[in-house]
DNA sequence: TTAAACGTTAAATATATTTTTAATAAACTT
DNA sequence: AAGTTTATTAAAAATATATTTAACGTTTAA
């Protein structure tokens, strides 16, 4: 191999590396381990991997691997794929960004808003019960009041993200923000 | 204090523990510790509190609290609050969810936007540094052409984020998706 | 049917994060 | 200006998380 394109290979190399640090470094937000978005980031730029391929890439152990590409199948951002004749497992990187925002903010989003209703509606049937105790003071069924109608309000916006995430799911949003606005 | 008064005064700090508890076990997607959620949580019924009550409230140390409160500064769901004549600093929580949905996931995604779309402007210029060498081989040449090609695919979704952002600061989105749908 | 290859689980180790106690700095009162 | 209150920083301790080595179970091939 000649100098030169032994100097190209390492161009590209650079180039990817560049990706991938940017990439990891901002994975934080989908709260998976600094190991695990290093993994993502690496993936992105193959077809697929083994596992025994990704110890070597990170040098790091293979059970370690393991766990990171399962927390990454969790979120979707990972997905095993079948290679026939190989008894290794393989697994591909999700390549499209939009199936990963959609995958991982919806799936987030919905767990807020169900566990939050939940408690809410829970919350507000002690309230009603509180205020309309006979023998309960002014000041009490005020204050239950008060606390009834901050929840009431704030289930606007829990509604509000059950909506966001329909319509991310329906693919609705893309109407009104398209994906292929130019710059 | 009767004795019902007493019992409805526990049903609303029941009502208000089952709210406290679900927002704090949804916080963990802001990226903050399970004190400082717990902190928000507790705050969210509080019209403002002190460093001292705080840590009263949650039974934990006051420099604990402080970087908690800091923390949640940061991502804006806390605020600082003037009180005249004390000199103690209070401080309340940011009670519309529509403003820390705004403020939390616009830093992350322009964050995102910005890290990302930087390394790949880079990488791009390196890549097309190897498509233009003469001296490359056409392998190499190929090689560099599918990642550039990658790349580029890849800005849609972050120019796409950034619309995304916009129109969530710009208030726009509430067109599309109102706030106030019925149920 | 045995041995090798592979992935996962379990236990131990290492590392990072959170929390506290102690010390310091800043702001206010008298 | 001295003393007190308050918040923050620094160091230490405690806790939680991530990683590795070792052991296990399963599958496949010889």
Same mark, same amino acid.
């Given at each position: 191999?000649?100098?030169s394109t032994?100097?190209?290979?390492m161009k590209?190399?650079?180039a ?8 990891a ?11 695990? +978005? ?9 077809d697929q991997m083994?596992? =025994? ?6 040098d ?8 990171s590409?399962?927390k990454?199948?969790e979120?979707a951002?990972?997905k #095993?794929?079948f ?5 290794k497992?393989?697994? +591909? ?6 199936r990963?925002?959609?995958v991982?903010?919806?799936?987030m !989003?919905?767990?807020e808003? #169900?566990?939050?209703m939940? +408690?809410?509606e829970e919350?507000?049937? =002690?309230?009603?019960?509180v205020?309309k105790e006979?023998?309960?003071?002014p000041e009490?069924?005020?204050?239950a ?9 704030? #289930?606007?916006?829990?509604? !509000?993200?059950?909506d966001l ?6 693919g609705?949003?893309f109407?009104?923000?398209?994906k292929d606005?130019?710059?």
């Amino acid at each position: 191999m000649s100098e030169s394109t032994e100097r190209s290979r390492m161009k590209i190399e650079e180039a990817k590396d560049k990706v991938i640090g940017a990439i990891a470094e901002t994975m934080d937000l989908y709260g998976v381990t600094p190991s695990a +978005a290093n993994l993502y980031a690496t993936m992105y730029f193959k077809d697929q991997m083994t596992l =025994d391929e990704m110890r070597t890439e990170l040098d790091m152990s293979k059970p370690s691997m393991s766990t990171s590409v399962r927390k990454l199948q969790e979120i979707a951002m990972v997905k #095993k794929t079948f290679t026939r004749g190989s008894r290794k497992h393989t697994y +591909a990187a999700e390549k499209n960004f939009f199936r990963s925002f959609m995958v991982f903010y919806c799936q987030m !989003w919905e767990r807020e808003v #169900k566990m939050n209703m939940e +408690a809410i509606e829970e919350a507000q049937e =002690d309230l009603i019960d509180v205020i309309k105790e006979t023998t309960s003071t002014p000041e009490i069924v005020a204050d239950a009041k008060k606390y009834y109608d901050q929840l009431e309000g704030s #289930k606007t916006y829990y509604r !509000w993200l059950d909506d966001l995430v329909a319509s991310i799911r329906s693919g609705k949003i893309f109407e009104f923000l398209p994906k292929d606005q130019q710059e």
